[in-house]
């Protein structure tokens, strides 16, 4: 009887330290999710429970990775690729889905202060950028116009006047576009 209240008691304390040591790992993770603008955030892989990614300082980059390499890992789970992060109140903020950018973190002026998520950039389905429209950032795939005959193989920027001189029903992922038109003189199909 005794062994066993004695394996009992071993098996808790484990079980403590375990969910302590989770738990003071995940407020380290926390304390170091600051920033003042979007540069100052990192993006780590994670691994279970941590999450698959987590976004901190980047003076805090080497800590927070050092602890999650040091934890067993437990569990296991699906990750979704991430699309981009964002500085916004002060946290770093990771974004899976357009829908997750907070309010206000996409405000700009001008193009300069739009950047393109790694999602976009990676795919070949459109050459996509960011554009400033309505003093928001968007994500847009610009359209062309090729060249007809067989002895020409060129391509060119599908320059517009206004919003009905753009169409852009053939678009490859056509349903992923809010809208279609004329954006600085060239037509584009704005991401939802």
């Avoid at 304390?31 to 003042?36: G, K, L």
């Avoid at 789970?77 to 770093?92: A, F, I, S, T």
């Avoid at 003189?185 to 704005?190: D, E, I």
């Amino acid at each position: 009887m005794n062994a066993r209240v004695f394996i009992f008691l071993i098996l808790m304390s484990f079980i403590f330290v375990s969910c302590s040591d989770e738990n003071a790992i995940k407020k380290e993770i926390e304390d170091a999710n600051y920033c003042n603008e979007r540069s100052d955030c990192m993006v780590l892989r994670a691994k279970c429970p941590f999450g698959c990614q987590v976004a901190v300082n980047k003076d805090d980059v080497n800590e927070i990775k050092g602890l999650i390499d040091s934890y067993d890992e437990d569990c296991t789970y699906d990750c979704v690729m991430l699309m981009d992060h964002v500085c916004h109140e002060n946290k770093c903020v990771l974004i899976y889905d357009s829908s997750d950018y907070p309010d206000g973190s996409l405000a700009c002026d001008s193009d300069s202060d739009c950047w393109t998520p790694m999602g976009y950039l990676i795919r070949s389905s459109c050459p996509f950028a960011s554009k400033c429209i309505d003093n928001q950032c968007r994500v847009v795939c610009p359209l062309f116009n090729h060249a007809a005959g067989p002895d020409v193989n060129q391509s060119y920027h599908a320059s517009c006047d206004e919003d009905s001189d753009c169409v852009c029903d053939m678009l490859y992922g056509s349903e992923e576009y809010e809208t279609c038109g004329c954006v600085d003189n060239q037509c584009m199909a704005v991401v939802k």
